[in-house]
T-cell receptor
Framework: DGGITQSPKYLFRKEGQNVTLSCEQN?????MYWYRQDPGQGLRLIYY???????QKGDIAEGYSVSREKKESFPLTVTSAQKNPTAFYLC????????????FGPGTRLTVL | AQKITQTQPGMFVQEKEAVTLDCTYD???????LFWYKQPSSGEMIFLIY??????QNATEGRYSLNFQKARKSANLVISASQLGDSAMYFC?????????????FGKGTMLLVSP
C-alpha cells in the first residue's frame, strides 16, 4: 500500500534537546511538506520541498530545520531554538503535476517537558 | 489578510440532517483549487472534496458537496444526512497554482458535533 508514514506517533523530549521527526513516502511524489498544528488551530506551513536537495521555508520556519537527501524522505528537526515546540506535526506530499490532491501522514504529537 | 476564513468555530447538527460549513477565500490568482479535509480526534487529515477555480460544476463526493460561488469567493461544504461519525474538525484549504510552489493554505477550522 502506498502512503506516508510518520514515526513515532508520540514523542517526548526534555527542553533544550533537538529532536528529529521522521517522514517517509512511497508514493513517488516530488513535493513534500511539514505542517504544525496547535490545539484548536489550523495547519501552518513550516518547510516544503519540491525536489531532492532543495527546500524552502514556510510561514513558521524559525527553530526548525529539514533535509531532502532522498525523494522518499523529508525529516524535520525541531531545534532547541524553537520556543514552543509542543505541537502536532503533520507531513504531507503530492505529485507536483496534480494540483487536486495532497496526502497526509498520520502525524507525530511532540511534547517537550 | 487571511487567505482562508472559516467563521464558525463550532457547529451542532442532529443526525440525519444536513449541515453547511462556511469557507471564504481571498486570492488574486485566477487559477486555484479549494480543498476540504476532515480531522477526527485521532489527528489524521482525511481528504473530502476538491473544487478547481475553472470547474463549471460544483464538486460532489457522496454525501459531501461543495457550494462554490466564485464571485463571492465562497466554497462552503455541505454534508447531507449527517452521521455520528461526521463529528470532527473540518478544514478548508486553498492552493494557488501560479504562486510558485503551490502550497496549501488552511483556515482555522470548524468543529462539527453530530448529536443522536
Amino acid at each position: 500500500d502506498g502512503g506516508i508514514t510518520q514515526s513515532p506517533k508520540y514523542l517526548f523530549r526534555k527542553e533544550g534537546q533537538n529532536v528529529t521527526l521522521s517522514c517517509e513516502q512511497n508514493l513517488n511524489h516530488d513535493a513534500m511538506y511539514w505542517y504544525r498544528q496547535d490545539p484548536g488551530q489550523g495547519l501552518r506551513l513550516i518547510y516544503y520541498s519540491q525536489i531532492v536537495n532543495d527546500f524552502q521555508k514556510g510561514d513558521i520556519a524559525e527553530g526548525y530545520s529539514v533535509s531532502r537527501e532522498k525523494k522518499e524522505s523529508f525529516p524535520l528537526t525541531v531545534t532547541s531554538a524553537q520556543k514552543n515546540p509542543t505541537a502536532f506535526y503533520l507531513c504531507a506530499s503530492h505529485d507536483r503535476l496534480r494540483y487536486n490532491e495532497q496526502f497526509f501522514g498520520p502525524g507525530t504529537r511532540l511534547t517537550v517537558l | 489578510a487571511q487567505k482562508i476564513t472559516q467563521t464558525q468555530p463550532g457547529m451542532f447538527v442532529q443526525e440525519k440532517e444536513a449541515v453547511t460549513l462556511d469557507c471564504t477565500y481571498d486570492t488574486s490568482d485566477p487559477s486555484y483549487g479549494l480543498f476540504w479535509y476532515k480531522q477526527p480526534s485521532s489527528g489524521e487529515m482525511i481528504f473530502l472534496i476538491y473544487q478547481g477555480s475553472y470547474d463549471q460544476q460544483n464538486a460532489t463526493e457522496g454525501r459531501y458537496s461543495l457550494n462554490f460561488q466564485k464571485a463571492r469567493k465562497s466554497a462552503n461544504l455541505v454534508i447531507s444526512a449527517s452521521q455520528l461519525g461526521d463529528s470532527a474538525m473540518y478544514f478548508c484549504a486553498m492552493r494557488e497554482r501560479n504562486s510558485g510552489y503551490s502550497t496549501l493554505t488552511f483556515g482555522k477550522g470548524t468543529m462539527l458535533l453530530v448529536s443522536p
